[in-house]
């Protein structure tokens, strides 16, 4: 017996080494193989020796997904090491261990884990070792939806990889860092880091890393609406992780391709990459929470072709997962998707119920993206009343201005539009169609604006496309109107969001088509330059168009004719173009994404409107104007100086589509407050305009003031969104039903019949 033991004790140091070289090469199987050979020879043997052996093979069953004989290994190691006391080997152990403990779901064990590691780490003086447990540590917070906290962690272990003068671990962490700033809704701030992941990477050679860099920023991408650069981004990760062997990176590539599929309307394609990423997720560890991530995808997926028997299904299969979880962005957004389909089921009380539940679980999570899409669900939906509905659309603006996702707010913009029966000057249309009466003047005392105001009557016989740029919100569809009243008022009017329409659908509703010219044509249909001719068409974001419809609409452009599909007739066209957009047409060229002779042709006469913030001389006019429109001030009266302060001294990140939406939005909560003017009401638009009380509490005033402010706030956002019910606006703020009533009469803030759209209890 004793000569086995000195036998063993002189395999393990080698054992150990070529383990350890094999798990390097990735040689995951081979690793287990050299292991289960000479296994009698270690299990005779105690102490590190034995325990660095089990260790590697612990990472060789982790990588290989075989997580109950890793977990097994990993903690036959911590035994072995742990007889010749703690040591840093005793460490990796924690660190490994931790990281099986977390993929099966033991999250507070696995956390005790990285916790053991970093204090082990920490008292040898081993700076490696630290940052390497605090990075693991910050990954287990960010699982668990604890953002900032994990971003304390991580600026932590960037301290220490700086001393270190580690590029390999700061590429890593600057990945980690994008990918917090992403779930915390800071979009620019996560591209920029994570760009900075890729470049990073790409130069060390880390070709893993770089995949999984490739893959956040596609990620990113998806959540500002930029599915081409989101596209393009994964296509970047795709090989290089099939290169590297990576099952999970794979499936989550699969999974993010999946969604992007669904949210440009390529549902087919969807559906095949999705069906991937759950076959390799579901090989690799069934109950994970990656496999309920992709069954929530899937359920939505279905959802959206109206297949509520499958999305059913697959919501159901996602439940039993994600609730054995505590992963509250993932619960929260299975939670809106069941409310999405208990809707189109006519489950009234069901859906409600759901959409209120999705909204608080992911308030609780601090995620915007996906709150933001919570409340946009809510904001369409028809069960609520119209004030609700502007309530949870309002909450949705803020989201989407804060972080300047241009596409979204576009769409949210548009539905608060819809919900108002009055016209206003900057309302957007939200679909195709005609106008044929003439646009009010376009506001503004900006000279830059007024010069082009003035050039419009003479642009009215080149009869040359024009093409009008600016950020979001700044009123491109407002000027194509008012160019529309003056060069040719009493003639067609057509406006399309080429965004806002299925690629699919975007060619026939423009050039039209004949009976029989595909399935399901059963007519003819003259398309929008036919409907347009004699007029002025305008094409809203043109920057969304597809190339092989860029290149139909310049053989248009350039012969002045159409032909439908399916026909051979063609119709002469007279009919004024104007392009809309966003994007920046001139990058989109020069990436190859935007046709180059197409923009030729369209910016022949160009004119960008300058934002909000950069003609602030417009914000008093403005606001005077709807704040009149609204009934909230009459004509004749001054402004109050600190009202106009308020609106000045924000930025409008919506420009003036935003500015005009706050109003909206005074005009609710004037509705409610018994007592205080706008001054006062709109403090609450600005000082705690993103429901967050850290930033709440950086105004003006006392402490106790603005506790106040953001309180009244709180109190006056529940009303709104339990349509005026006391105790469903307690159960919104987890405060007893008698609270609320307290301070309601604290601080004069009442709910009539009518504004709440029921009786109030």
Known sequence: MGKNINYGKEFCNPAAHRLSLLVEK????????????????????????????LLNVSKA?????????????????????????????????????????????????????????????????????????????????????????????????????????DRKKLAFMMGNIGRLHTFMGDLDEAEKNLVINVDLSKELGDELETARAYLSLGYVYMQQAAYVKAEKALAEAYPRIINQKSRRDEAIYFSYLGELHYRSARYNDSRDALEKALSIAEDMAPQSSLVGRILRHLAELYMRLENYRLARRFAA????????????????????????????RNKRESSLRLFRKAIDVLDESGVRFEKAEALLAAGRSTLFTSRQRMTYLFRAEELYARYRVAAKLNEVSRLISTLESAPTILKPRASVG??????????????????????????????????????????????????????????????????????TLLESELFGYSRGAFTGAEGDKPGLFVAANGGVLLLDEIGD???????????VLERRKVTPLGSTVEVDLDVILIAATNKNLEAMVDDGSFRRDLYYRLS?????????????????????????KRNLLDAGTELPSELVRQFVTYDWPGNVRELENKVRRLEIMSQLVAEGDLVEISRSLFNESHNDIDESLNCDGSLFDRIRRFERKLITEALLTAGGNKSEAARILGVHEATVRTKLKRYGISLAASASGGAPN
């Open 26 to 53: 990735r040689d995951f199987a081979g690793a287990i193989t050299y292991y289960e050979a000479s296994r009698d020879l270690v299990d005779d043997v105690g102490g590190a020796s034995a325990g660095s052996v």
């Open 61 to 165: 069953y982790s990588s290989l997904t075989r997580y109950p004989e890793a977990l097994k290994h990993a903690r036959l190691a911590q035994a072995r090491i742990a007889e010749d006391g703690e040591s840093l080997l005793l460490a990796e152990v924690f660190v490994v261990l931790g990281g099986i403990l977390l993929e099966m779901g033991e999250v507070k064990e696995a956390k005790k884990a990285f916790q053991d590691a970093e204090s082990i780490f920490r008292r040898n003086d081993n700076l490696e070792g630290q940052c390497r447990a605090l990075n693991r540590l910050a990954g287990l917070m960010f699982r668990q939806a604890e953002y900032r906290n994990a971003l304390v962690v991580l600026m932590d272990a960037v301290e220490i990889a700086r001393k270190l003068d």
């Open 317 to 344: 299969r996602a439940t039993v997962i994600l609730e054995q979880t505590v992963n509250k962005v993932e619960i929260g957004a299975l939670y809106r998707v069941k409310a999405q389909i208990a809707e189109a």
């Open 545 to 555: 168009m597809r190339q092989s419809l860029q290149a139909k609409l310049l053989g």
């Open 434 to 503: 005609m106008n044929r009466t003439n646009a009010a003047d376009y506001l503004t005392t900006s000279r830059e604006i007024e010069r082009f105001k003035a050039q419009i009557p003479m642009l009215r016989s080149t009869g040359l496309p024009i093409l009008l740029t600016g950020e979001t919100g700044v009123g491109k569809d407002h000027m194509a109107r008012y160019f529309h009243s003056l060069v040719r008022p009493q003639a067609p009017y057509v406006v399309i969001n080429c965004a806002s329409v299925p690629e």
């Open 604 to 628: 022949g006469i160009t004119f960008r409107i300058p934002p909000l913030r950069e003609r602030k001389e417009d914000i008093t006019l403005l606001l005077k104007h709807f704040l009149v």
